[in-house]
T-cell receptor, first 116, second 112 residues
Framework: GAVVSQHPSRVICKSGTSVKIECRSL??????MFWYRQFPKKSLMLMAT?????????EQGVEKDKFLINHASLTLSTLTVTSAHPEDSSFYIC????????????FGPGTRLTVT | DAKTTQPTSMDCAEGRAANLPCNHS???????VYWYRQIHSQGPQYIIH???NNETNEMASLIITEDRKSSTLILPHATLRDTAVYYC?????????????FGQGTELSVKP
């Protein structure tokens, strides 16, 4: 089956620093990838949609300058949390949609970010 | 995308069928019904999806009412490993701009 990986699985960083999270589709090409965040005991919230080779589309209320998304290839998207603050601590989950009209969407295992 | 309503939580005895309901009374004709589940601290896992007809795969069955205003996910023989949050989502096809927007889901507890 289709596999999506994320790296790192967990990261701790200091306030004010930036952290990059990678999302890879391992055995399929993904023209479109999605980034979600999830707070404890809450549902997933869609942050943005990225299409390979173009700018990401952010959901309402998500700061594009704070959450930088790059989708440079058909198998890799990155999310950079810039100038992280403790309130950015969350579970970040990426998802990749297989290229093609019938392509389904598969999720990565998530990255636990803790900002101290 | 249309909104869904699911019970907050449900219990099921191990080995019995788990029937998880979902209401989507405002679903449009071109919207699919998707089910995902999320085991604690993991990414969501695709289970099944359908448009109008009932569907079955190795994990579950999906029963969609004739008016498409509700559906039921059936796990035929629940195991302890099926304990998870189950999300029912309706969306249009991806090539029409459909996105997976998660609601609160149903927390299913399978008990010995």
């Amino acid at each position: 089956g289709a596999v999506v990986s994320q790296h790192p699985s967990r990261v701790i960083c200091k306030s004010g620093t930036s952290v990059k999270i990678e999302c890879r589709s391992l055995d399929f090409q993904a023209t479109t990838m999605f980034w979600y965040r999830q707070f404890p005991k809450k549902s997933l919230m869609l942050m943005a949609t990225s299409n390979e080779g173009s700018k990401a589309t952010y959901e309402q209320g998500v700061e594009k300058d704070k959450f930088l998304i790059n989708h440079a290839s058909l198998t890799l998207s990155t999310l950079t949390v810039t100038s992280a603050h403790p309130e950015d601590s969350s579970f970040y989950i990426c998802s990749a949609r297989e290229t093609g009209n019938l392509g389904e969407q598969y999720f990565g295992p998530g990255t636990r970010l803790t900002v101290t | 995308d249309a909104k869904t309503t699911q019970p907050t939580s449900m219990d099921c005895a191990e080995g019995r069928a788990a029937n998880l309901p979902c209401n989507h009374s405002t679903i449009s004709g071109n919207e699919y019904v998707y089910w995902y589940r999320q085991i604690h601290s993991q990414g969501p896992q695709y289970i099944i999806h359908g448009l109008k007809n009932n569907e079955t795969n190795e994990m579950a069955s999906l029963i969609i009412t004739e008016d498409r205003k509700s559906s039921t996910l059936i796990l035929p023989h629940a195991t302890l490993r099926d304990t998870a949050v189950y999300y029912c989502i309706v969306r249009v096809a991806y090539n029409q701009g459909g996105k997976l927007i998660f609601g609160q889901g149903t927390e299913l507890s399978v008990k010995p």
